[in-house]
């Protein structure tokens, strides 16, 4: 319930402070983010990321949480490389500051699931 609550909670602040909620899906980050979670991100605000970051894209309408496996600039661009944790190889291609969502601040064990249990409904 705590957990619920703490949700809605940052779902509120969301609109205010520059912070949004989603689901794990997948198990692409097992180890440190499992299939279920609700991980909370912090809005990307320009500020350089670092290797070893996990941050939210948006790549060709996916919505992605990866972490950032390798950062180069390249004719003046940031080019972020990204990986799961779980994956064996890096992703395709890399992500440019236009695609970042955000920067995950903190995880929320499991409390995913049933919104999990409720999509693979409509399927």
Known sequence: LF???????MMLLSCRFSFGAL?????????????GDVIIY????REPIAEGEVIVFDKEGV???????????????????TKGD???????????????VG???HRLPAIGYPTLMIDS???
């Open 3 to 9: 957990a619920l609550v703490a949700v809605a909670i």
């Open 23 to 35: 689901v794990v899906g997948s198990e692409s980050m097992s180890g440190a983010i499992e299939k």
């Open 42 to 45: 912090e809005a990307y605000s």
């Open 63 to 81: 919505r992605t949480i990866h972490r950032v496996d390798d950062v180069q600039q390249i004719d003046g661009e940031m080019r972020y490389y």
């Open 86 to 100: 779980a994956n064996e190889e890096r992703d395709t291609g890399y992500v440019t500051e236009s695609e970042i």
């Open 103 to 105: 920067t995950v601040i």
């Open 121 to 123: 409904l409509f399927d």
